[in-house]
């Protein structure tokens, strides 16, 4: 079976090696400086939201689900995510604390990837095989996120709830489906290929089979663009043809990160979040047959840029990059009052406080009874406050005139995990075990 | 007669498995042969009472007779399955034919079940009744003469677990009736027979404990719902309940689906 033959196996090492130098996804994690630039400055590091580029990515890149925190969040998002929603089937700490290290072993498994284990022909395999028989990084990310509901039903854990989790109200737009919201455990996958996050799904479901209960999951993509002169950056469009993400905070400026995305001792909570995040998670289709109807000026009103380069309304020749001068035009005349950037971002110093970090992704499922494409965003925005951060930006945007064109039937809230470590006795969740542990046990 | 014939056949060249582990396994085979025999009769037999009830337009006997006599089809489902023509005239549901409910090529036991509680009718159901009938007594005649195949029987054990995981979970197999934890009990005692028989072909007790566990897991589950002979409505099984149950079945499927290569079949 082994062998130095095998080139799959050398393109393999050859990408591991390539990851420990000039992987685009290392740089973006390493910066720390800056902080005195805007929030959403070009800075030349790798945007959250920014395009993956054609034949920039390859099976080697490898991001460490190592650290202070969980992978997939400030991490450059590549092609294609994933939200998986589960039910957990844990009736006591020992059973959550199990379920836990069973998914940090896989995600320390499937994120680096290697020879999958051959076993007896007269068995099952132990893998799909969708990757073949060596599994290659492929810039995979495996995110844990636990829901209200799971905290809810155990009086073991309840005490334990990050302060604002709670189950995703229903906003007024909603049209919420209960066949794909909440849920106890989510997982975020993401990878440069749609088959490596289906992969990585179908082998935890194989592994965790007694624990955890698919409930729903929604796949997205965002658009591979051809190389950008350096320097330049292209936020993905979605699918409403607007670029997407041009305002959003940098994620390589670790002490914005600290601010915005990552629960501290700032936030009051519970000493196990520490270094965790807070997922907005909204399943939000997109009316595109109606809104390619829509006259282009009236598009670009409702969005508040230029469809054709991402430009604010006030300087359309500009670039998305250019951030608009809403004092210079406070009866919005060039950016509607209600244009959704607008609404959505004020840029007030009030409204630095409401900053989320948005990943989402395209999604496309198929016709509806009517006969009209199902397709539309998985949003996905991370914050260290969830009422300061996305459910004040959506209380701003409700009744919104982008409401004609969308509607969010699904998602959830959940709250990632703070980091773990590759150390033999670390898993991701082992702070909230931890404390659960104090507070159970004898005097 | 035809079972000495069939249980040569096990032994027959060309076939893809081992010769070593098939003739070690003619014991268990035979047995698990004579206990499909036995739950055909009985379907037979019930089939009969269920389809008179239904050609003599007795609604209420129709009804309290469609579970117990799907019970022993459910036990022996993946033989039941070899012959998929019977299989699809026998147990297809509205969602396998292209106009559901109205297909003409709906038949068998859920179109029956439609009739009884969906319209609450026997009517236009006689020539149904016999085709089921008829389809009944085809299957046992064809069983009686088959050679099982080891592979189908000990892989049997995880067709019927990933049965009630991909299609009866859920409740859509007896969605008018909802009889379906009927359904559940036929097929956990279908798979837990296989077990039994093959047990000592097993050489891992700590696979044989976990799997024992998980069965009485999903037994004492079920067992939450017993009414009298048999289980109340699917649409009193508890979403907590449901879940124990679907995982308990997820687990049962993937370790069932290594017990064919454990008693060494590829």
Same mark, same amino acid.
């Given at each position: 079976?082994?062998?130095?033959?095998?080139?799959?196996?050398?393109?393999?090492?050859?990408?591991?090696?390539?990851?420990?130098?000039?992987?685009?996804?290392?740089?973006?994690?390493?910066?720390?400086?800056?902080?005195?630039?805007?929030?959403?400055?070009?800075?030349?590091?790798?945007?959250?939201?920014?395009?993956?580029?054609?034949?920039?990515?390859?099976?080697?890149?490898?991001?460490?689900?190592?650290?202070?925190?969980?992978?997939?969040?400030?991490?450059?998002?590549?092609?294609?995510?994933?939200?998986?929603?589960?039910?957990?089937?844990?009736?006591?700490?020992?059973?959550?604390?199990?379920?836990?290290?069973?998914?940090?072993?896989?995600?320390?498994?499937?994120?680096?990837?290697?020879?999958?284990?051959?076993?007896?022909?007269?068995?099952?395999?132990?893998?799909?095989?969708?990757?073949?028989?060596?599994?290659?990084?492929?810039?995979?990310?495996?995110?844990?996120?636990?829901?209200?509901?799971?905290?809810?039903?155990?009086?073991?854990?309840?005490?334990?709830?990050?302060?604002?989790?709670?189950?995703?109200?229903?906003?007024?737009?909603?049209?919420?489906?209960?066949?794909?919201?909440?849920?106890?455990?989510?997982?975020?996958?993401?990878?440069?290929?749609?088959?490596?996050?289906?992969?990585?799904?179908?082998?935890?479901?194989?592994?965790?089979?007694?624990?955890?209960?698919?409930?729903?999951?929604?796949?997205?993509?965002?658009?591979?663009?051809?190389?950008?002169?350096?320097?330049?950056?292209?936020?993905?469009?979605?699918?409403?043809?607007?670029?997407?993400?041009?305002?959003?905070?940098?994620?390589?400026?670790?002490?914005?990160?600290?601010?915005?995305?990552?629960?501290?001792?700032?936030?009051?909570?519970?000493?196990?979040?520490?270094?965790?995040?807070?997922?907005?998670?909204?399943?939000?289709?997109?009316?595109?047959?109606?809104?390619?109807?829509?006259?282009?000026?009236?598009?670009?009103?409702?969005?508040?840029?230029?469809?054709?380069?991402?430009?604010?309304?006030?300087?359309?020749?500009?670039?998305?990059?250019?951030?608009?001068?809403?004092?210079?035009?406070?009866?919005?005349?060039?950016?509607?009052?209600?244009?959704?950037?607008?609404?959505?971002?004020?840029?007030?110093?009030?409204?630095?406080?409401?900053?989320?970090?948005?990943?989402?992704?395209?999604?496309?499922?198929?016709?509806?009874?009517?006969?009209?494409?199902?397709?539309?965003?998985?949003?996905?925005?991370?914050?260290?406050?969830?009422?300061?951060?996305?459910?004040?930006?959506?209380?701003?945007?409700?009744?919104?005139?982008?409401?004609?064109?969308?509607?969010?039937?699904?998602?959830?809230?959940?709250?990632?995990?703070?980091?773990?470590?590759?150390?033999?006795?670390?898993?991701?969740?082992?702070?909230?075990?931890?404390?659960?542990?104090?507070?159970?046990?004898?005097? | 007669?035809?079972?000495?014939?069939?249980?040569?056949?096990?032994?027959?060249?060309?076939?893809?498995?081992?010769?070593?582990?098939?003739?070690?396994?003619?014991?268990?085979?035979?047995?698990?042969?004579?206990?499909?025999?036995?739950?055909?009769?009985?379907?037979?037999?019930?089939?009969?009472?269920?389809?008179?009830?239904?050609?003599?337009?007795?609604?209420?006997?129709?009804?309290?007779?469609?579970?117990?006599?799907?019970?022993?089809?459910?036990?022996?489902?993946?033989?039941?399955?070899?012959?998929?023509?019977?299989?699809?005239?026998?147990?297809?549901?509205?969602?396998?034919?292209?106009?559901?409910?109205?297909?003409?090529?709906?038949?068998?036991?859920?179109?029956?079940?439609?009739?009884?509680?969906?319209?609450?009718?026997?009517?236009?159901?006689?020539?149904?009744?016999?085709?089921?009938?008829?389809?009944? /007594?085809?299957?046992?005649?064809?069983?009686?003469?088959?050679?099982?195949?080891?592979?189908?029987?000990?892989?049997?054990?995880?067709?019927?677990?990933?049965?009630?995981?991909?299609?009866?979970?859920?409740?859509?197999?007896?969605?008018?009736?909802?009889?379906?934890?009927?359904?559940?009990?036929?097929?956990?005692?279908?798979?837990?027979?296989?077990?039994?028989?093959?047990?000592?072909?097993?050489?891992?007790?700590?696979?044989?404990?976990?799997?024992?566990?998980?069965?009485?897991?999903?037994?004492?589950?079920?067992?939450?719902?017993?009414?009298?002979?048999?289980?109340?409505?699917?649409?009193?099984?508890?979403?907590?309940?449901?879940?124990?149950?679907?995982?308990?079945?997820?687990?049962?499927? /993937?370790?069932?689906?290594?017990?064919?290569?454990?008693?060494?079949?590829?």
């Amino acid at each position: 079976m082994a062998g130095g033959h095998d080139p799959t196996r050398r393109t393999l090492l050859r990408g591991f090696g390539a990851a420990a130098m000039v992987c685009p996804f290392a740089a973006g994690m390493a910066r720390a400086e800056g902080n005195a630039a805007p929030d959403n400055n070009a800075t030349g590091q790798p945007r959250v939201t920014q395009a993956p580029q054609a034949n920039e990515s390859s099976p080697g890149d490898y991001v460490s689900p190592y650290g202070a925190h969980q992978a997939g969040i400030v991490t450059p998002r590549p092609a294609h995510g994933m939200v998986a929603s589960f039910h957990v089937l844990a009736d006591t700490p020992a059973d959550l604390e199990r379920l836990l290290r069973r998914l940090g072993e896989r995600i320390a498994f499937l994120t680096r990837g290697g020879e999958v284990p051959q076993v007896d022909p007269g068995l099952p395999p132990a893998d799909s095989g969708l990757l073949g028989p060596v599994i290659r990084p492929d810039a995979l990310t495996i995110t844990v996120a636990l829901g209200a509901d799971l905290f809810d039903r155990h009086d073991w854990l309840s005490p334990h709830r990050p302060r604002q989790l709670v189950r995703m109200p229903k906003f007024p737009n909603d049209a919420p489906d209960a066949s794909i919201l909440h849920g106890d455990l989510a997982l975020q996958i993401c990878a440069n290929t749609q088959d490596a996050t289906i992969h990585a799904l179908r082998d935890i479901i194989k592994s965790v089979p007694d624990q955890l209960l698919l409930a729903w999951k929604q796949e997205g993509s965002v658009p591979v663009i051809p190389p950008r002169p350096a320097g330049e950056i292209e936020n993905a469009r979605n699918f409403l043809g607007f670029r997407d993400g041009s305002a959003n905070p940098d994620a390589s400026d670790a002490a914005q990160m600290d601010r915005i995305v990552w629960v501290g001792a700032a936030q009051g909570e519970p000493g196990w979040t520490h270094g965790g995040s807070y997922a907005a998670v909204r399943i939000i289709r997109n009316f595109v047959e109606r809104w390619d109807r829509t006259p282009l000026a009236e598009q670009e009103r409702i969005m508040g840029r230029v469809k054709s380069n991402g430009a604010p309304l006030d300087r359309r020749h500009a670039t998305e990059m250019d951030v608009p001068d809403y004092e210079a035009d406070p009866d919005g005349e060039a950016t509607a009052m209600d244009a959704h950037i607008r609404l959505a971002n004020p840029r007030t110093p009030d409204s630095r406080r409401n900053l989320i970090l948005r990943r989402p992704f395209n999604y496309s499922n198929g016709v509806t009874k009517s006969g009209q494409l199902d397709q539309g965003l998985l949003f996905i925005c991370w914050q260290a406050d969830l009422a300061q951060g996305f459910v004040a930006v959506q209380d701003r945007l409700n009744g919104e005139p982008l409401e004609e064109y969308i509607k969010p039937v699904g998602g959830g809230f959940f709250f990632a995990l703070p980091g773990f470590t590759d150390a033999p006795d670390d898993y991701p969740g082992r702070q909230l075990i931890g404390a659960i542990g104090r507070t159970t046990a004898p005097a | 007669m035809k079972t000495t014939l069939a249980l040569l056949g096990l032994m027959l060249p060309g076939a893809a498995f081992a010769q070593d582990a098939t003739l070690a396994l003619v014991g268990p085979m035979a047995e698990y042969k004579l206990y499909v025999a036995d739950e055909t009769q009985e379907l037979v037999k019930d089939t009969r009472a269920f389809t008179d009830a239904v050609k003599a337009g007795d609604v209420e006997t129709a009804k309290s007779l469609f579970a117990p006599t799907r019970l022993h089809y459910e036990k022996i489902e993946p033989v039941a399955e070899l012959f998929s023509d019977l299989d699809v005239s026998i147990d297809s549901r509205a969602d396998d034919h292209e106009a559901a409910e109205a297909d003409p090529g709906f038949t068998g036991f859920h179109r029956i079940e439609h009739a009884l509680w969906a319209t609450g009718s026997t009517e236009g159901m006689a020539p149904f009744a016999d085709k089921l009938m008829a389809d009944v /007594e085809d299957l046992a005649a064809r069983i009686d003469g088959l050679t099982f195949p080891p592979q189908v029987v000990v892989g049997g054990a995880a067709v019927l677990m990933d049965e009630v995981a991909a299609t009866k979970i859920s409740g859509e197999e007896d969605r008018y009736s909802h009889t379906d934890l009927w359904d559940f009990r036929g097929n956990f005692d279908g798979a837990r027979k296989i077990v039994e028989l093959f047990r000592p072909h097993v050489k891992d007790d700590a696979f044989l404990a976990t799997i024992d566990a998980n069965f009485d897991k999903v037994d004492r589950t079920l067992e939450k719902y017993r009414e009298g002979e048999g289980y109340q409505s699917y649409e009193k099984l508890t979403d907590d309940d449901r879940r124990v149950l679907a995982a308990g079945v997820n687990t049962l499927a /993937e370790d069932l689906s290594t017990l064919r290569g454990r008693v060494g079949l590829d």
